[in-house]
């Protein structure tokens, strides 16, 4: 440090410098963001869509090419400022006309008096989810998951209750798949806990092999690892309970709820057996129609991206301008395309704001294939 200067006044000329080319480069910015708009109109006539991903990696490339060692800084930000740009265009071009349109027309309240349908059978932890969830009906139980999205497709029910992710083992792929699979909507979903009871049919000896759902045989792996007990999966938690009060095999039990064991008569033999203390499964509700309530708090997306460098950071930065706190990515591969993947996204928010609305319209528009899959309470 010079004799008498402090550090402030030492900084003061460069901070000058750096005020002086901020007002240039933001005089630029405004500049180049009226150019987008110019551009926006002349798509308008044109009726050709706002991304032009070859365009912009001319661009990228060229600032790479002149920004020497600052190259990949230079492709970051401008990486952003055609972001930017694109989200103006969007927004002057009012694009996701059709999702304009659901959140515009769609009801805002569940049906009155529903059909549920849920998988298993009475006792099974998606009976407790569609009581929390639907207080005083009486849901409609089939064997598959398959079967709920299909009786929820042709009309037989009103909404299926599916389990989509347990707190200790994971997300149950199949439900994500069958979303989109049958193009559901997600109208709602509740957390249950979830505790396990290891039960035998009365009278029946010491239990060397259990039946339950196989989620619910990985969440008790610790218990019957270390009591040696075989495993093999069944349709159904509440399902296996029902098929070993019925044929009472020596030597099987099944893993199930404490509901599942009274209500078919079985005996508990240990309680609580899951790994986890606060193990927990997210339910959510499946419907033919969106229902857009005014106070949804969290949204779900579904997409894929460009095979392009930076495709899903520059994604997620989008949601991060705007404030919105991602709650859930996933990924999952499509279907007949190897190693291609689609994104599943759940993240806080509510498509009546004008802004949250206006980058799923954008995404809609840029992203090589996109679902809006519902903005749902969660109780
Ligand atoms: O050149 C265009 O077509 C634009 O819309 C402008 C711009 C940009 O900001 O440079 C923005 C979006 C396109 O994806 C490509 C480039």
């Known amino acids: 440090m010079s004799e008498n200067k402090s ?28 150019c987008a708009e110019r551009v926006a109109e002349i798509k308008r006539k044109a009726g050709i869509p706002v991304l ?33 740009s694109r989200a103006r265009q969007h927004n002057m071009l009012k694009s996701g006309g059709v999702l304009r349109d659901l959140e515009q027309n769609s009801p805002k309240t569940l049906k ?25 009906q009486k849901p409609i139980f089939l064997p598959g998951f398959r079967d709920v999205f299909e009786a929820v497709h042709n009309g037989a029910g009103d909404y299926g209750v599916v389990p989509v992710e347990n707190s200790d083992a994971g997300s149950v792929s199949e439900v994500y798949d069958l979303i989109m699979k049958h ?41 019957l690892a270390a009591h040696d007990i075989e495993t093999e999966a069944y349709s159904n938690t509440a399902a296996a309970a ?22 078919y008569g079985l005996e508990v033999i240990a309680a ?68 291609e993947y689609d994104f599943y996204l759940d993240f806080t928010g509510n498509v009546h704001d004008v802004q949250t609305l206006a980058l799923i319209c954008a995404l809609s528009d840029e992203m090589p294939r996109f679902s809006f899959l519902g ?5």
Do not use: W
């Open 52 to 84: 032009n991903a070859a365009r912009e990696q001319v661009i990228l490339d060229r600032v790479k090419k002149e920004a020497g060692e600052y190259g990949d800084s230079a492709v970051a930000l401008y990486s952003a400022i055609m972001s930017i």
């Open 272 to 339: 609580d057996i899951q790994n986890t203390d606060n193990n927990c499964t997210r339910f959510i509700v499946i419907s033919r129609e969106a229902v857009l309530p005014e106070d949804a708090e969290k949204i779900s997306l579904c997409f894929s991206l460009p095979h392009t460098p930076g495709s899903l950071c520059h994604t997620l930065e989008r949601f991060a301008l705007l404030g919105l706190n991602l709650t859930k990515i996933e990924s999952r591969p499509i279907p007949e395309r190897n190693f």
């Open 375 to 379: 903005n749902y309470k969660e109780s």
């Open 242 to 263: 029902k098929f070993i009060a019925e044929t009472r095999l020596e030597g099987v039990g099944a893993v199930c709820s404490a509901q599942a064991a009274e209500e």
């Open 112 to 136: 009155a008096d529903p059909r549920v349908i849920c998988q298993g059978a009475a006792g099974a932890f998606s009976h407790s989810a569609a009581l929390r969830l639907f207080p005083g």
């Open 7 to 34: 550090f402030d006044e030492l900084l003061l000329p460069v901070r000058n410098d750096i005020d002086r080319i901020d007002k240039e480069l933001l005089k630029l910015f405004t500049e180049r963001m009226q």
């Open 183 to 223: 193009r559901m909507f997600i109208v709602g979903a509740a957390d249950i806990p979830v505790r396990h009871c290891l039960c035998r049919a009365k009278g029946t000896g010491a239990v060397k092999k259990v039946l339950s759902k196989h989620e619910a045989l990985v969440q008790c792996s610790a218990y």
